[in-house]
């Protein structure tokens, strides 16, 4: 699928533009490229459908520039551009506290090109004084160049399982493969991946790895052999296939699901029990007599343990919890009802309300709730109180061509410096779910930032705290909170803290949301959805509530329209 790789152009285009002060466009071109991550299906064949301007965000120009990209793989406007600025800048623009127009001004004043330059510039104090550098500026740019790096030597999960699943399709087609399974820290939902793993069963291994070799988005083969081949990936991701006994199927996933620290304690258990495990099987040690070893379910059966969802194997007390009998049955993919947090394009998401209702019931859900932005979020097109008011009845008027599913009034309503809302009582009081955020100051002290959020949560009318920590993954850390406190208010008040499951959110994350279940929170699953395409974030969330050992009681999207109703309290 080339769809990453025209969401990625897209993204540099934006870039491009937005360097040289081009309004408007760098938003259009963003938008384009979320809808093409978000795409589930394979862009070339919308393309031979023509059907590329019914993905949101796609217009008449873009549209052009997809199929001229399909047809040349290249775009050629963008080339010339691309052509007079050096490849480095791209990594500048997405250091945080630079972007696209402080790179292009760092490069007119200083030569910066790349990393390398901007980290010796920095160390040599080049940047204090220039316009626009503040006197923290080098300490924070150090800061993001650090973020930066650990950010790209791994992968975001939604980006990797969309990668890994799309060789699996591929591979499947293959007649000889019999089994087929995803292993690693992508097997076990981790928020980034380092590399992807995959094993199967094949009748004919050599037929598998060709198929594998050829596949278009492979960029290099590293190695090339009947049992394993390694490559990397256009994405620059490594991509290991492993094809195995069918007898060992179940040790080697196992082995490579990890983590390392499960699969060490499961050794020790073995050992004392005078058993040897390891990829090939399990063992008597006396014997070398294989007792187990075809599918992991009878591996752990053989240590008295019910099967161990790989989302639970992180060393976090689940093979004592196993042997004990207490492991938690934990929220299943497909359970949820509905979602929280949801844009439509009345602030910065892509479609209208009825649209995005029309989605959610057609994956099944039997509630949503729309949560676009206040008015303090100007860039984000965030609504004021007329608009609201004027949405709440929209949202009303649409509501009543619905049998059974529902749309929420909700909104997305910030958090102001001083613990205020952006809405008064008057207006909050009239939606169906208050979602409060933090959208700015977050460098604040921990002490200040704590008591904004608390502030926040202990209006009457709120129901959810968004994206708790305001984390990007590989671009900007958390802002320093106590979230102990935060949660302990949360479950008094039965505020729900969010996960949000926007990708390069993943907020809560797995530890923070099993403290917030631990303190007596229930929680909710917000994809933060821009486009239709991305309500399917919501898997995303669940593998963070799964490794959160949550239940579905423990998450909110489990409950129907009815239970959804009473717990906030909707009358109509
Ligand atoms: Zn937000
Ligand atoms: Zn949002």
């Not at 292009?104 to 010796?120: C, H, P, S, V, W």
């Not at 053989?302 to 004592?320: A, H, N, S, V």
């Not at 009457?460 to 406190?485: C, F, N, Q, S, W």
């Not at 008094?492 to 917030?516: F, H, Q, S, W």
Request: net charge positive.
């Amino acid at each position: 699928m080339k769809n990453l790789e025209i969401a990625s152009l897209f993204y540099k285009i934006a870039d491009l533009l937005e360097m040289q002060n081009v309004k408007w466009k760098p938003q259009a071109y963003r938008r384009a490229a979320q809808s093409l991550e978000a795409l589930e299906r394979d862009i070339e064949e919308l393309w031979k459908e023509g059907t590329l301007k019914e993905i949101p965000g796609v217009g008449e120009g873009i549209a052009r520039h997809i199929d001229e990209f399909l047809r040349r793989g290249k775009i050629r406007p963008f080339e010339a551009i691309m052509r007079k600025i050096p490849k480095g800048l791209g990594e500048l623009m997405e250091i945080e506290s630079i972007g696209p127009k402080k790179a292009f001004f760092l490069y007119k004043k200083l030569k910066i090109k790349n990393l390398g330059d901007l980290e010796a510039a920095v160390k040599r104090h080049k940047l204090g004084g220039l316009p626009g550098f503040g006197e923290k500026s080098e300490q924070n740019i150090l800061k993001g160049i650090g973020m930066y790096k650990s950010g790209h030597e791994r992968m975001l999960l939604g980006k990797a399982l969309s990668i890994a699943e799309g060789i699996v399709d591929e591979l499947k087609k293959n007649r000889g493969i019999e089994r087929i399974a995803i292993a690693g820290s992508l097997r076990r939902m981790k928020e980034t991946i380092g590399d992807i793993d995959i094993l199967a069963t094949a009748e004919n291994a050599e037929e598998v790895m060709d198929a594998f070799v050829n596949m278009p988005d492979v960029r290099d083969v590293l190695a090339k052999g009947t049992t394993k081949t390694t490559v990397v990936l256009n994405s620059g991701v490594q991509a290991d296939v492993r094809v195995l006994k069918d007898s060992e199927f179940g040790s080697a996933l196992q082995y490579f699901t990890g983590n390392k620290e499960h699969n060490i304690k499961l050794r020790e258990i073995a050992i004392k029990r005078g058993l040897k495990l390891s990829e090939y099987g399990l063992f008597e040690k006396k014997t070398g007599r294989r007792i187990a070893g075809k599918t992991e379910e009878e591996i752990y059966a053989k240590f008295g343990m019910k099967y161990i969802e790989p989302e639970l194997r992180e060393d976090r007390g689940e093979l004592q919890a196993a042997m004990q009998g207490k492991l938690p049955k934990i929220i299943s993919y497909g359970s949820a009802k509905g979602d929280f947090h949801v844009h439509s394009n009345w602030s910065e998401g892509s479609e209208g309300i009825e649209e995005i209702a029309n989605a959610a019931k057609n994956i099944g859900y039997e509630w949503i709730c729309l949560t676009d932005h206040s008015k303090s979020e100007r860039i984000a097109h965030g609504l004021d109180e007329e608009k609201v008011l004027k949405q709440i009845a929209e949202i009303r008027r649409i509501n009543r061509k619905f049998r059974d599913f529902r749309i929420l009034a909700g909104s997305e309503v910030d958090i102001k410096a001083d613990g205020g809302l952006d809405f008064s009582n008057e207006i909050l009081k009239k939606l169906d779910v208050v979602v409060v955020a933090v959208h700015s100051g977050f460098k604040s002290a921990k002490g200040q930032m704590t008591a904004r959020v608390l502030d926040g949560i202990n209006n009457k009318y709120v129901k959810i705290i968004a994206h708790p920590t305001g984390r990007l993954i590989g671009k900007r850390e958390g802002y320093e909170i106590d979230l102990e406190r935060v949660f302990e208010a949360c479950a008094k008040r039965g505020v729900m803290p969010e996960i949000n499951a926007y990708p390069e959110r993943t907020d809560l994350n797995d530890a923070n949301a099993k403290r917030a279940i631990e303190l007596g929170c229930r929680l909710a699953i917000g994809t933060d959805a821009h486009s239709i395409g991305q309500l399917h974030y919501m898997r995303l969330g669940i593998a963070m509530a799964r490794r959160a050992w949550a239940g579905g009681k423990d998450i909110a999207n489990t409950l129907n329209l009815k239970e959804i109703e009473n717990l906030l309290k909707l009358r109509e």
